[in-house]
Nanobody, 122 residues
Framework: QVQLVESGGGLVQAGGSLRLSCAAS????????MGWFRQAPGKEREFVAA????????YYADSVKGRFTISRDNAKNTVYLQMNSLKPEDTGVYFC???????????????WGQGTQVTVSS
């Protein structure tokens, strides 16, 4: 099992960039698939990006392809989400999640961070 803590959120203007970090504790991190999800008020939590244990396989939501990049550094027990060309519709609370197998749906993940707020102004 792992514990996850997100950081790096904030307020940014449309077209700007942010890099989110998810710091993990626990020796199982290096063998865990990681995902990023986001949730806006009144909406369901939606998939953003995922990466397998080795970093060799990545998935992205269509809405963020070409703008967001997920990566991981297992030596540092950290997964990142680089967000470029941000749009107001990217606004929400961003969560990182971990599980044994890579997935693109929230229900497949057992471990979650508390989230970090990202607000994109127009």
């Amino acid at each position: 099992q792992v514990q996850l803590v997100e950081s790096g959120g904030g307020l940014v203007q449309a077209g700007g960039s942010l890099r989110l970090s998810c710091a993990a504790s626990g020796r199982t991190f290096s063998s865990a698939a990681m995902g990023w999800f986001r949730q806006a008020p009144g909406k369901e939590r939606e998939f953003v990006a995922a990466i397998n244990w080795s970093g060799g396989i990545t998935y992205y939501a269509d809405s963020v392809k070409g703008r967001f990049t997920i990566s991981r550094d297992n030596a540092k027990n950290t997964v990142y989400l680089q967000m470029n060309s941000l749009k107001p519709e990217d606004t929400g609370v961003y969560f990182c999640a971990a599980d044994k197998l890579i997935a693109t749906t929230a229900v497949r993940y057992d471990y979650w961070g508390q989230g970090t707020q990202v607000t994109v102004s127009s």
